[in-house]
């Protein structure tokens, strides 16, 4: 079984940068997309970004201009370079893989903005 394991979480005051990482147990190359999710207390899972195996991004509107997703196919991890960062950003933030037969989810790694 693959698994996720996400790193890079922590606290970080408005306006500051975190980048988040996306360690796979195994080779990347198979799933079609992979992407990042984020709960804040009381919510629901939103996206936030996604990649896929041709590199093509897509973000959630709320994050668009501050955050970036890229991979790293020869390190098997993908990251989350989020800047300018809000104390609406803050959430439990979730590393996802999809292939063609599975949908894989990390255990999260929390992000809280606060001063």
């Keep these: ?3 996720l394991v996400e ?3 922590g606290l970080v005051q408005p306006g500051g940068s975190l980048r988040l990482s996306c360690a796979a147990s195994r080779s990347i190359f198979s799933f079609t997309v992979m ?3 984020r709960q804040a207390p009381g919510k629901q899972r939103e996206l936030v970004a996604t990649i896929t195996s ?3 991004r897509d973000y959630a509107d709320s994050v668009e201009g501050r955050f970036t997703i890229s991979r790293d196919n020869a390190k098997n991890t993908i990251y989350l ?3 300018s960062l809000k104390p609406e950003d803050t959430a439990v933030y979730y590393c996802n893989a999809k292939s063609v037969v ?3 989810w990390g255990k999260g790694t929390l992000v809280t903005v606060s001063s």
């Design 35 to 37: 992407g990042w999710y």
């Design 7 to 9: 790193s890079g979480g």
């Design 1 to 3: 079984q693959v698994q």
């Design 54 to 56: 041709g590199s093509n």
């Design 81 to 83: 370079r989020m800047n």
């Design 102 to 104: 599975a949908t894989l």
